[in-house]
């Protein structure tokens, strides 16, 4: 048990559709980071918030948009949905001055798109 | 060439073997590596991180670092059916600082 809870669980949406995923941060941690995984796959990082601010992204296209509120809980949204965006999308939070990599993941949010 | 690369595998040992796990990568700068496990179904969690050349020891598991060779390795001894598991390697970037993964190795433990 991390701490780190995401919703929904689970969701299908089809094509062209928009998404919004939540996480809800462990107590005390300030970063957010979020990564998508495929089937088969490791975690490819999305990008992180720190402090309500964008802190680093990885190489996804702008259609992937993220927030992060005072309360240090972030929202993942995707829109134009597309079928390859079909994966678990993981959330981890991190405290400050915590080892980069030292990283505590949700359980995810698993997404299915048709 | 893939930044983090590792066998899919699977890769099956019988109970109470050492379960080796080998992990490449190809950034010289980077600093940190770790390993996570995934069950199936579930997130990745953190089981080992290390910073220096050679090994580092945590219970049944032992991290081994070759930083010349660009080599990362993770040894399972006594391996129990509750490690079969998927084995993600990930390793710090010198420019992004941010974590990258390899696709994982899938393992078997046989009673």
């Known amino acids: 048990e991390t701490g780190v809870t995401q919703s929904p669980t689970h969701l299908i949406k089809t094509r062209g559709q928009q998404v919004t995923l939540r996480c809800s941060s462990q107590?005390?941690?300030?970063?957010v980071s979020w990564y998508q995984q495929a089937l088969g796959q490791g975690p490819q990082f999305i990008f992180q918030?720190?402090?309500?601010?964008?802190?680093g992204r990885g190489n996804f296209p702008p259609r992937f948009s993220g927030l992060q509120f005072p309360n240090y809980s972030s929202e993942l949204n995707v829109n134009a949905l597309e079928l390859d965006d079909s994966a678990l999308y993981l959330c981890?939070?991190?405290?400050?001055?915590?080892?980069?990599?030292?990283?505590?993941f949700g359980e995810g949010s698993r997404l299915t798109v048709l | 060439q893939k930044e983090v690369e590792q066998n899919s595998g699977p890769l099956s040992v019988p109970e109470g073997a050492i379960a080796s796990l080998n992990c490449t990568y190809s950034?010289?700068?980077?600093?940190?590596f770790f390993w996570y496990r995934q069950y199936s179904g579930k997130s990745p969690e953190l089981i080992m991180s290390?910073?220096?050349?050679g090994d580092k020891e945590d219970g049944r598991f032992t991290a081994q670092l070759n930083k010349a060779s660009q080599y990362v390795s993770l040894l399972i001894r006594d391996s129990q059916p509750s490690d079969s598991a998927t084995y993600l390697c990930?390793?710090?970037?010198?420019?992004?600082?941010?974590?990258?993964f390899g696709q994982g190795t899938t393992l078997q433990v046989k009673p």
């Open positions: 990930a390793v710090g970037s010198s420019n992004t600082g941010k974590l990258i």
């Open positions: 950034d010289r700068g980077s600093q940190s």
């Open positions: 107590s005390g941690h300030n970063t």
């Open positions: 290390i910073y220096s050349n």
């Open positions: 981890a939070s991190s405290f400050p001055g915590q080892a980069i990599g030292e990283l505590f």
């Open positions: 918030y720190y402090r309500e601010e964008e802190n």
